[in-house]
């Protein structure tokens, strides 16, 4: 099979290149990140992350042909050759396939993804019925691998005002946590032309999520509560 | 002055809402406007000026056009906030574009009534 990878190394490059590798290797069953680590046999120098292998810790994410995904979980037999792999789009690269994902964690820190609550704890634990656990499926499975924010318009223009759909993906999940008991301080800190508002429902987000994750409707949901906090 | 990035400005919400609402009227006198086009053989000076010499179209007329400014204002404000990063720039820009709104605006009243 036949690969393009983008190489740069910051200490020897004067700018990033495309490099061509063959890999004599049968697709079968088996996935990108395999090939990657073969290739790695080839040539030691080429750098990315990874971790888990199999779509949970979510290091692995990049630009696969033109679309983000993770390696690890994305089949050999579905790539179109040369297969091009890229860094994730829009952050600082710091190697190769290794991008610098501290404004995407920034974001992420900002909306607070934590439980407020300031009602002494139970001697157990919170209570959710299971209606109102049903609500947090399709928010708490976000990874944070960063492929819907990095391929987000939006985030691109405005990584240091605009949450990105990872953030505000998570600023819903808590929004919509029963347990959770800053609804309305949360619902501020997004009510700017920036935060929440710069997202113009492109979906790429929902697009590349490999979770399957639909942050666009999140969004969405955030707007319903606002409008219902003024009527 | 620290250079901080600044957020918190608290018409996210309102320009949004406003946005989707100025959207349904001129959605609403486009099809209006439409069937009465289709629905109308003979279309002459006369039919025309006949059309909007009737206070609710002039009325209607009105409030479309200041959905356009309006909705016109918040799209290119937000084109202007990714394009053009000096605030001061930025700011001058906003400032002519509601002004020239609100000239259009003022006009749209003198055609409509001026007749």
């Known amino acids: 099979m036949k690969f393009k990878i983008y ?28 090939a990657i680590l073969l290739l790695k046999e080839q040539d030691d120098s080429l750098s990315l992350r990874k971790s888990c ?5 979510g290091s692995d994410a990049m630009n696969i042909n033109g679309r983000n995904g993770l390696a690890c979980i994305t089949p050999l037999s579905s790539l179109k050759e040369p297969v091009t792999l890229r860094p994730l789009p829009g952050l600082p690269v710091i190697r190769d396939l290794i991008v610098d994902m501290t404004q995407f964690f920034k974001q992420y820190h900002s909306i607070k993804p934590y439980l407020i609550n300031n009602d002494p704890p139970p001697e157990t634990e ?7 656990r049903a609500h947090l499926n399709g928010l708490y499975e976000c990874i944070l691998c960063g492929c819907c924010s990095t391929a987000c318009p939006s985030f691109w223009w405005n990584p240091d005002k605009f949450v990105g ?48 994750l639909n942050p666009t409707e999140a969004i969405g949901n955030i707007k319903d509560m606002m409008v219902k906090r003024i009527v | 002055m620290v250079n901080r990035v600044v ?28 069937g009465y086009l289709l629905l109308q053989p003979h279309l002459d000076y006369d039919a025309w000026t006949g059309l909007f010499s009737s ?27 990714d394009y053009v990063k000096p605030a001061g720039v930025r700011l001058v820009i906003h400032v002519l574009v509601i002004l020239v709104s609100l000239l259009y605006a003022i006009w749209a009243v003198q055609i409509l009534w001026g007749f």
């Not at chain 2, 002039?58 to 906030?81: C, E, K, N, P, Q």
């Open chain 1, 53 to 57: 292998r199999e779509g949970v810790c």
């Open chain 2, 55 to 81: 206070q609710p179209m002039r009325t209607f007329t009105l409030l479309f056009l200041l959905s356009v400014f309006y909705h016109a204002w918040i799209g290119i404000r937000d084109i202007v906030m």
């Open chain 1, 165 to 212: 759909p990872a953030g505000l993906l998570q600023a819903y999940r808590f929004l919509a946590d029963t347990r959770d008991h800053a609804t309305s301080e949360r619902l501020d800190d997004l009510e700017d032309p920036y935060r929440l508002f710069r997202c113009h429902t492109i979906m790429n987000c929902v697009d590349v999520c490999p979770k399957e």
């Open chain 2, 7 to 34: 957020t918190g400005a608290h018409y996210g919400l309102r320009d949004w809402l406003i946005q989707r609402i100025t959207a349904v009227v001129m959605a609403l006198y486009s099809v209006v406007l439409a």
């Open chain 1, 126 to 132: 919170r209570l959710q019925s299971p209606a109102q």
């Open chain 1, 7 to 34: 190489r740069y190394n910051p200490d020897t490059d004067t700018a990033p290149y495309m490099r061509d590798y063959e890999l004599d290797i049968e697709a079968g069953d088996k996935m990108l990140l395999d």
